[in-house]
C-alpha cells in the first residue's frame, strides 16, 4: 500500500469520499498506530456554525476493538493448541469486559441521557456550541478546537464489522435450515417415543384384558347366559383398548382402571342374575 496512504493527517479533512481510503490507511499500519491515528482522526468534528464537537464514542470503541483484538488471538492460539483452565478463566474474563463494553457503547451511543430530573444531556460528546459555555471553556483550556473543518472517520460498521445483505441473507437461511433440521428431528424423536409408549399401552391393555375376562369367563361360565357373558367380555376389552389408546396414562394405571370397570360389571351382571332367578322361582303353598 502506497505511504501516503498510511500516513494520515492528524487534524486532515476526511470527507465522505476519502474515508474509506484513509480507513484503508489505518489498516496498513501497526496496531499502536493504527488505533492513534483513528483516535485523532474521529474524536473531533466540525458541527454547523463552526462548532467543535469532542466525540467519546471513538473511545469506546476502541475499547471495544481492543477486546477484540483479543479474543480472536484467544481463537488463533486455540486453533494450535488444546485449550487449558488458565485460559478458560482468561476468557470467561475478557467475554465479561466485553459483553459491558458493548453495553456501555450502545448507552453512550444513544447520545441522550434522560432522567426525572435531568433532560437531554449530551452523554456522548461535548462541543463550544453557544449553549455549551462550560465545555467551551473545557475545549478551549485543553486546546481542543478545530481550526479548520474536519469529518469523523467514526464508522460503527468498520468498527463493528457488517454484513452485505446476499451473506446476511445467507446466514439467516443457513440459521433457519439448522433450526428447522433440529426441530424435525426432535418431532421425529418425539413421534417414536409416542409410538412406543401408545403400544407398550395397547399391549399392556390386551394382556390385562385378557388376564381379567379369562378367569370371570371361568368363574361365572355355568351361571350366566352366554349372550350376556360375551357382551361383558367384549365390552371389558373395548373399555382396555380404548383406554390405552385415548390416554396417556402408565400400563398399570391402565389395568387398575380397567380391573374397576370389570368389578362393577361384573357385580351389575351378577344382581341382575339374582333378579332374574328370583323371578323365575315358583311360588310357595
Same mark, same amino acid.
Given at each position: 500500500?502506497?505511504?501516503?496512504?498510511?500516513?494520515?493527517?492528524?487534524? $486532515?479533512?476526511?470527507?465522505?469520499?476519502? @474515508?474509506?481510503?484513509?480507513?484503508?490507511?489505518?489498516?496498513?499500519?501497526?496496531?499502536?498506530?493504527?488505533?492513534?491515528?483513528?483516535?485523532?482522526?474521529?474524536?473531533?468534528?466540525? %458541527? @454547523?456554525?463552526?462548532?467543535?464537537? +469532542?466525540?467519546?464514542?471513538?473511545?469506546?470503541?476502541?475499547?471495544?476493538?481492543?477486546?477484540?483484538?483479543?479474543?480472536?488471538?484467544?481463537?488463533?492460539?486455540?486453533?494450535?493448541?488444546?485449550?487449558?483452565?488458565?485460559?478458560?478463566?482468561?476468557?470467561?474474563?475478557?467475554? %465479561?469486559?466485553?459483553?459491558?463494553?458493548?453495553?456501555?457503547?450502545?448507552?453512550?451511543?444513544?447520545?441522550?441521557?434522560?432522567?426525572?430530573?435531568? @433532560?437531554?444531556?449530551?452523554?456522548?460528546?461535548?462541543?463550544?456550541?453557544?449553549?455549551?459555555?462550560? *465545555?467551551?471553556? /473545557?475545549? !478551549?483550556?485543553?486546546?481542543?478546537? /478545530?481550526?479548520?473543518? *474536519?469529518?469523523?472517520?467514526? &464508522?460503527?460498521?468498520?468498527?463493528?464489522?457488517?454484513?452485505?445483505?446476499?451473506?446476511?441473507?445467507?446466514?439467516?437461511?443457513?440459521?433457519?435450515?439448522?433450526?428447522?433440521?433440529? $426441530?424435525?428431528?426432535?418431532?421425529?424423536?418425539?413421534?417414536? /417415543?409416542?409410538?412406543?409408549?401408545?403400544?407398550?399401552? /395397547?399391549?399392556?391393555?390386551?394382556?390385562?384384558?385378557? %388376564?381379567?375376562?379369562?378367569?370371570?369367563?371361568?368363574?361365572?361360565?355355568?351361571?350366566?347366559?352366554?349372550?350376556?357373558?360375551?357382551?361383558?367380555?367384549?365390552?371389558?376389552?373395548?373399555? !382396555?383398548?380404548?383406554?390405552? &389408546?385415548?390416554?396417556?396414562?402408565?400400563?398399570? $394405571?391402565?389395568?387398575?382402571?380397567?380391573?374397576?370397570?370389570?368389578?362393577?360389571?361384573?357385580?351389575?351382571?351378577?344382581?341382575?342374575?339374582? +333378579?332374574?332367578? !328370583?323371578?323365575?322361582?315358583?311360588?310357595?303353598?
Amino acid at each position: 500500500m502506497p505511504e501516503s496512504r498510511a500516513k494520515l493527517s492528524p487534524v $486532515g479533512g476526511a470527507t465522505e469520499q476519502n @474515508k474509506s481510503d484513509e480507513l484503508d490507511g489505518l489498516a496498513s499500519l501497526g496496531y499502536y498506530d493504527r488505533l492513534t491515528q483513528f483516535i485523532r482522526g474521529s474524536t473531533r468534528h466540525w %458541527a @454547523k456554525n463552526s462548532v467543535t464537537v +469532542v466525540d467519546f464514542r471513538p473511545l469506546y470503541g476502541i475499547n471495544i476493538y481492543h477486546l477484540q483484538r483479543e479474543l480472536a488471538a484467544h481463537i488463533k492460539t486455540l486453533l494450535s493448541e488444546t485449550i487449558t483452565d488458565n485460559q478458560i478463566c482468561e476468557l470467561r474474563k475478557i467475554l %465479561a469486559e466485553y459483553t459491558n463494553a458493548l453495553r456501555d457503547f450502545e448507552f453512550i451511543h444513544a447520545n441522550r441521557w434522560q432522567s426525572y430530573f435531568v @433532560k437531554d444531556i449530551a452523554a456522548s460528546r461535548i462541543d463550544n456550541g453557544p449553549n455549551s459555555t462550560l *465545555q467551551a471553556a /473545557l475545549i !478551549s483550556e485543553l486546546g481542543l478546537a /478545530l481550526p479548520k473543518e *474536519q469529518n469523523t472517520l467514526l &464508522s460503527d460498521a468498520d468498527l463493528f464489522g457488517q454484513f452485505d445483505s446476499l451473506l446476511l441473507r445467507e446466514n439467516s437461511q443457513s440459521g433457519s435450515l439448522h433450526s428447522r433440521t433440529r $426441530g424435525q428431528a426432535k418431532a421425529a424423536e418425539r413421534r417414536r /417415543l409416542d409410538l412406543r409408549a401408545k403400544w407398550r399401552r /395397547l399391549i399392556s391393555a390386551v394382556m390385562g384384558g385378557l %388376564a381379567i375376562v379369562l378367569p370371570v369367563i371361568a368363574i361365572v361360565a355355568k351361571s350366566v347366559p352366554v349372550q350376556t357373558l360375551l357382551l361383558a367380555s367384549f365390552s371389558i376389552m373395548v373399555f !382396555s383398548v380404548g383406554l390405552a &389408546s385415548f390416554s396417556n396414562g402408565e400400563p398399570e $394405571g391402565i389395568l387398575a382402571t380397567t380391573a374397576a370397570y370389570a368389578a362393577v360389571l361384573m357385580l351389575f351382571v351378577g344382581n341382575l342374575q339374582t +333378579v332374574h332367578g !328370583s323371578d323365575g322361582e315358583p311360588c310357595g303353598g
